[in-house]
């Protein structure tokens, strides 16, 4: 097993286990933990499920005869992943998940990166998909980590600064994500030079799109839902401070109204 291959593995498993910490870190900060048990469990085995599913899929070949058949994994990946975000299992990991935390957790995007550049040495992958092309995401990956250190120092997170970097970064994902579509031997093929990203329909490969990035897509809209929820609770409390005072006012209320 060569490097590059051992470090997808190693990076998804890793990632794997930091959802399971959140999804647990979500139980144990809900009140209704009893009742919820067995729909966090579920969404374990179903993540696990996943990941079987789509190195079947790659290891069957049949996304190298026809690369269009590539979408039928990384549809479902992103729909997923925005569909998480937004669920009430997002809700209770955006609420229970310190800042630090939810913005440290995209740092896995900088070794992710450097593999993808190995590839890209190792002549398995395009340039465009990588930091000497037209792919970016290394910005992120790199700013991740000492951003949550900076966070975690902070009385109140800095909301703006939040907003902007989160933005840039989900417009570098969709910029990358675009570039290894057209970057595929498929009719709508415009990036023309050798190799093409047919190298992420292959094992383990295939976890890079359908797994890796669809978590940094989940991550981005994670961060966007405890923006909003903390700001529907200092609303709250600024509006009625007698009433909400002990209150903990939460997203799901403000959509009932």
């Known amino acids: 097993m060569d490097l590059s291959t051992l470090g997808i593995s190693v990076l998804t498993v890793t990632l794997f286990c930091f ?6 870190r979500a139980l144990r900060n809900d009140a209704r933990s ?9 969404f374990e085995i179903g993540l696990l499920f996943w990941l079987a599913a789509t190195a079947v899929y790659a290891t ?3 996304v190298q005869t026809d690369a269009r058949l590539m979408m039928l994994a990384v549809v479902p990946a992103f729909g997923g992943a925005a569909v998480l975000s937004v669920s009430k299992l997002g809700r ?13 957790f995209l740092a896995f995007r ?7 550049n190995q590839l890209y040495a190792e002549g398995r992958l395009p340039v465009q998909m990588t930091f000497h092309g037209l792919n970016y ?12 250190i900076w966070v975690a120092t902070r009385k109140a997170p800095p909301r703006l600064m939040l907003i902007a970097w989160n933005t840039f970064g989900m417009g570098l994902l969709s910029i990358v994500g675009a570039v290894a579509i057209l970057s595929m031997p498929t009719p709508f093929r415009q990036f023309t030079n050798d190799p093409s990203s047919i190298l992420l329909s292959t094992f383990p490969f295939i976890w890079i799109p359908t797994f890796l990035a669809a978590s940094a897509l989940a991550g981005h809209v994670l961060v966007y839902r405890k923006l909003l929820i903390e700001a529907c609770n200092r609303n709250k409390k600024t509006d009625s401070p007698s009433v909400y005072s002990t209150t903990n006012f939460n997203e799901q209320e403000i959509l009932h109204v």
């Open 19 to 24: 959802w399971v910490y959140l999804n647990r």
């Open 34 to 42: 009893d009742e919820l048990e067995s729909r966090s469990f579920r």
């Open 60 to 62: 069957s070949g049949i």
């Open 92 to 104: 209770r990991i955006a609420t229970a998940t310190p800042w630090a935390v939810l913005i440290g």
């Open 110 to 116: 900088l070794p992710l990166e450097l593999i993808l």
């Open 137 to 148: 995401d290394i910005v992120i990956g790199s700013t991740a980590l000492p951003l949550s």
